[in-house]
């Protein structure tokens, strides 16, 4: 049925609640997207075609009982590929696992399952999840919708393209230190960093314990609200999982006190950028006459990334130890390298690492006593073509969020010389669902479309 592949998540789900579509058209729509979208974006590493069709006709059937599980139930969703999904493969985008297929579902795919969710397949992401540019030496590029030829951002680049590209209405990703965030910004999509130990990470390849996070991600801040729940519990097999209570803001309205990054400059924010976020506070002044300027002196955030980085390859020397060992030829070499750099330092200099993403924390602290969010650029830039470097300081204003364990939120703030800008709210450890209403009042005030 032609148009239902457009759809957000909200609408799709009302309609199927109206009967004013099945599921099994509505998959069919968007299978048909995919078709034709994948082969020019790349956003698509396994299409699970014939069980999605019949997920969508369970899903139907139930609907017509009237026992329909959740609002989720006969949508469309996808998931990346580093998070298993059972029956389907799970290469965390690495040559070493081409042909690994998923025996079990990681535990937020078993969540959606459980609300009907119709799980279309598998998505592009950078090699091992160690990186942002989503130019994977082993299965390709994954493009960004909005210009061919320019990075989707990463690592869960596929996810972010894949909604911009109307190939499903809601995706997973993962978030390390902003592989959300950061592809939501450059295309023009909404993602959420949950508090930390809220999502379990049972079932993924993870990068780092410390700083990974399964991350929902949608066309539209209100679309979060139907995936976040049903994924976030405690999981009481996962060690890093976390009862952790979820609360409103302290204030709200015209009392939120807002917090506003103001030295973009010294953080090596792009002109064209800063402009755009400018432009999308004084947007938001009538809705939040509190704005309170908050500025990073003294945090290098290059510094800080840097030992998040090291922690991250330390893992991952560790999760990879036996694929390394017996075919190291199927790292990519930069991948090597990065590995082999880890190998080189000591534990000491780990735990000083380790220590250093404390001051995060402390500051966060600070930050949350003056105020009630923390708005900044989600990215200093906006999407960079492959043909050039990845910018060095790309996760350098979302890692933040990683190491103080904060939920953080990205939603897009306008577009400069075409390319999307994203807006990055951050609250305290506990505001997720807050978030995503707050996100609610500032994607209406802004008045940016898909």
């Not at 060992?325 to 750099?341: G, Q, Y």
Request: net charge negative; glycine share 10%; aromatic share 4%.
């Amino acid at each position: 049925m032609a148009g239902l592949d457009d759809l957000d998540a909200r609408a799709a789900a009302d309609g199927l609640a109206r009967g004013d579509f099945s599921s099994e058209e509505l998959i069919r729509a968007t299978l048909a997207r995919i078709e034709s979208a994948n082969p020019s974006i790349n956003a698509y590493l396994h299409v699970a075609r014939e069980s999605a069709i019949a997920g969508a006709r369970a899903s139907d059937a139930r609907r017509l009982a009237n026992a329909a599980y959740h609002p989720l139930d006969g949508l469309p969703v996808a998931v990346k590929d580093n998070i298993a999904v059972a029956g389907m493969p799970w290469t965390a985008g690495m040559a070493a696992y081409r042909d690994r297929v998923a025996a079990e579902d990681a535990y937020c795919v078993a969540r959606l399952r459980k609300s009907g969710a119709v799980i279309l397949g598998k998505l592009h992401l950078h090699e091992a999840a160690l990186g942002a540019s989503s130019d994977n030496p082993h299965f390709g590029p994954c493009h960004n919708p909005h210009r061919i030829g320019f990075s989707p951002g990463g690592s869960s680049g596929g996810s972010a393209a894949a909604l911009a590209a109307r190939m499903a209405v809601l995706t997973l990703g993962t978030d390390t230190m902003g592989s959300v965030r950061i592809p939501a910004a450059y295309c023009g999509v909404v993602g959420l960093k949950p508090s930390n130990g809220r999502v379990s990470q049972r079932g993924l390849d993870t990068v780092s314990r410390r700083l990974d996070h399964v991350g929902p991600m949608a066309r539209r801040v209100g679309d979060l609200g139907l995936i976040y729940q049903q994924i976030s519990s405690l999981d009481a097999h996962d060690p890093q999982s976390r009862a952790v209570p979820l609360g409103h803001l302290a204030q709200s309205g015209a009392e939120l006190r807002v917090g506003v990054m103001v030295d973009l400059d010294r953080h090596g924010v792009d002109a064209k950028v800063a402009d755009a976020f400018a432009g999308a506070i004084a947007a938001l002044s009538a809705c939040f006459p509190t704005q309170i300027e908050v500025r990073f002196d003294g945090i290098d955030f290059g510094r800080l990334r840097r030992a998040g980085l090291l922690i991250a390859e330390s893992e991952m020397n560790l999760v990879h130890s036996q694929a390394l060992a017996e075919r190291p030829e199927l790292f990519s070499p930069a991948l090597r390298e990065m590995l082999a750099f880890a190998r080189s330092k000591s534990a000491v200099d780990l735990i000083a690492a380790d220590r250093m993403l404390d001051t995060a924390i402390v500051r966060a602290r600070e930050i949350f006593q003056r105020v009630d969010v923390l708005l900044t650029p989600t990215t200093p830039q906006t999407a960079f073509p492959f043909s050039t470097p990845t910018p060095v300081n790309q996760a350098d204003l979302t890692s933040f969020a990683n190491f103080a364990g904060l939920p953080a939120l990205s939603l897009p703030a306008g577009k400069v010389d075409g390319l999307p800008v994203g807006l990055q709210v951050i609250g305290p450890l506990g505001s997720d669902l807050a978030l995503i209403e707050l996100g609610e009042v500032i994607e209406v005030a802004l008045a940016i479309e898909g």
